[in-house]
């Protein structure tokens, strides 16, 4: 199964503080994504990308930065992280090929 | 509004019974339909994928696709305490490549 590990697996920050999150797949993978879980719900997108020095809006961008420096890393960051983005982040590869997303463990995350 | 409707928000069902979960997407540029499997505390692992109208059958899952009313449905049959997690639906929109995820079902089996 395709390996994506993500780092930290949790965090808690102060809120109006800088917060990167950061993404590593080593399946030579094209397509990167990072999802938002809030408690009880579904996946939501926040930004993905389909090649290295690229990246592209989701769904909820709003508040969120996204950086994509090497095909295996992408990260996502938070300039002035909020109450309102404290949830579990996900993030997700998948080959060209196919439309099988693979997931990292998640990185939950606490802003006070 | 959610463009992926899952019902219902949760069910419990004794163990051995049968566990259905529907799925609806309001999206008309949907092609295909994922099922993912969460478990507590754990990320999303895929289940299955359904690409054309009719069922398919891995093991004790079945899934049902409706391309015209773009309605999937999975079904858990002798349904065992480890089946016990938040069933998630994504739809797939091959153009973009985006999944969209429905807010899932709490399946919970009783011993």
């Known amino acids: 199964e395709a390996a994506v590990t993500q780092s930290p697996r949790s965090k808690v920050a102060v809120t109006g503080g800088k917060v990167t999150l950061s993404c590593h797949q080593t399946?030579?993978?094209?397509?990167m994504y990072w999802y938002r879980q809030d408690t009880g719900h579904g996946l939501r997108l926040i930004h993905y990308?389909?090649?290295?020095?690229?990246?592209e809006k989701g769904d909820i961008p709003d508040g969120y930065k996204a950086s994509r420096p090497s095909q295996e890393n992408f990260s996502l960051i938070l300039e002035l992280a909020s109450l309102s983005q404290t949830a579990v982040y996900f993030c997700?590869?998948?080959?060209?090929?196919?439309?099988?997303?693979?997931f990292g463990p998640g990185t939950r995350l606490l802003v006070l | 509004q959610q463009k992926v409707q899952q019902s219902p928000e949760s069910l419990i069902v004794p163990e051995g019974g049968m566990a259905s979960l529907n799925c609806t997407s309001s999206?008309?540029?949907?092609?295909y339909f994922w099922w993912y499997r969460q478990h507590s505390g754990k990320s999303p692992k895929m289940l299955m994928?359904?690409?054309?109208?009719g069922e398919k059958e891995e093991g004790r899952f079945t899934v049902h696709l409706n391309k015209a009313s773009l309605h999937t449905s999975l079904h858990i049959r002798d349904s065992q305490p480890s089946d016990s997690a938040l069933y998630l639906c994504?739809?797939?929109?091959?153009?973009?490549?985006?999944?969209?995820f429905g807010d899932g079902t709490v399946l919970t089996v009783k011993p």
């Open positions: 994928s359904i690409f054309s109208n």
């Open positions: 399946n030579n993978h094209d397509y």
């Open positions: 997700a590869s998948k080959g060209a090929r196919t439309d099988t997303q693979y």
């Open positions: 994504a739809a797939v929109n091959t153009n973009t490549g985006k999944l969209t």
């Open positions: 990308s389909y090649v290295a020095d690229s990246t």
């Open positions: 999206d008309r540029n949907v092609d």
